[in-house]
């Protein structure tokens, strides 16, 4: 029978990549659904909204055109 023995090195360094990896993960959930999303406004909903009720509004910049 051959003897196998996992190097402790190794498994760290593959542990620490998992726990960086998971908490990125996580970070980025919260950082999308968390509490700073609650203050987001829908700006394409809001224009559609515009388009429905009639209000005469600008789709170009002026102020990029140039005459």
Do not use: C, W
């Not at 998992?18 to 406004?41: E, M, N, P």
């Amino acid at each position: 029978m051959t003897e196998t023995t996992i190097d402790p090195q190794l498994v760290f360094f593959i542990g620490g990549l998992v726990v960086i990896t998971l908490a990125s993960i996580t970070y980025g959930i919260y950082l999308t659904f968390g509490g700073g999303s609650k203050q987001l406004r829908d700006t394409i909903d809001e224009h559609a909204k515009m388009h429905e009720l009639g209000i005469a509004h600008g789709h170009g910049n002026s102020r990029l055109r140039k005459d």
